[in-house]
């Protein structure tokens, strides 16, 4: 590997680093200067991050989505897209606390795990449907940022809900978002995950049929996928009754569901299983 590839990558996780650090103390303390740090950090990490997989797509000649490594990598920078849409769309600055460090774990882990990427990625992606397979897994990927985006909003309104019951508050809850903001990003970023995932399913089952395949495997990648639709169709079915902390805790469990599919596709057998 060409020493620039190291550069980008390191630059990332750096600035990552960075980001994450500053984000907590802005929480914390409030620091103006620490926000202002977050936001250039996080944008030069992300520019960085965007280099390196487009290098590595260059270099390996595949969608960069065959690997743990490249998973974990590209979950990352899709966190840090929610997080710039969230921020530009909401007063939510505070999603920066939760998230980075979060998207700064994956991205040292996807340079720290021992991945073997795929040997003969086109035994995947040639054939009939053969642009069905990266669509596919960008869905789900998109989808699992999403879900995590509407966990962070739903902790955050089950945190403040709770102090509010209590009467206790803590030296930040007053740099909390409001009750209305949260629930109404918890909501928002279900519905697209929701919506992310549904489209990620019906492309896999395409892709599986268009490969003269079985459209299930009975694997626990696609038992948790399914499951989790599940959980977030009753989500937004009641959402209107259940607004608030009942919403907010469905989130949550929903947003296990989603963990155990990643992991699924991570550590566990399978058809759906990373290299």
């Known amino acids: 590997m060409k020493p620039y590839f190291y550069v980008v990558h390191y630059a990332a996780l750096a600035g990552y680093v960075i980001a994450a650090v500053h984000a907590v103390l802005a929480f914390v303390d409030k620091r103006r200067a620490a926000e202002r740090t977050t936001l250039y950090a996080v944008g030069f990490a992300f520019a960085a991050h965007t280099a390196a997989i487009v290098l590595d797509w260059a270099k390996d000649g595949h969608y960069p989505l065959f690997s743990t490594t490249e998973a974990l990598s590209f979950l990352g920078w899709t966190l840090v897209i929610a997080y710039f849409l969230v921020t530009y769309r909401y007063p939510l600055r505070v999603l920066g606390a939760f998230l980075l460090p979060v998207v700064t774990l994956l991205v040292l882990a996807s340079q720290l795990v021992s991945s073997n990427p795929a040997k003969d990625p086109s035994a995947v992606t040639d054939g009939s449907g053969s642009w069905l397979f990266p669509v596919h897994v960008t869905l789900l990927i998109f989808g699992y940022a999403s879900f995590f985006v509407a966990f962070a909003a739903s902790v955050m309104y089950l945190w403040q ?40 399913i019906i492309t896999g089952v395409i892709w599986s049929r268009a490969r003269s395949v079985r459209m299930f495997h009975n694997d626990p990648t696609e038992f ?9 169709l009753a989500l937004l079915h009641y959402r209107v009754q259940w607004r608030g902390r009942k919403a907010a805790w469905l989130g949550v469990g929903g947003f296990t569901l989603v963990l155990c599919t990643f992991v699924g596709a991570v550590v566990l057998g399978g058809f759906h299983v990373f290299r």
């Open 161 to 200: 809900e709770r102090e509010l019951r209590l009467k206790k508050f803590s030296a930040v809850f007053h740099r909390l978002p409001s009750l209305t903001t949260v629930d109404d990003v918890a909501s928002t970023a279900a519905s697209i995950g929701f919506t992310l995932l549904t489209l990620g």
């Open 224 to 232: 948790f996928a399914l499951l989790t639709w599940v959980v977030y």
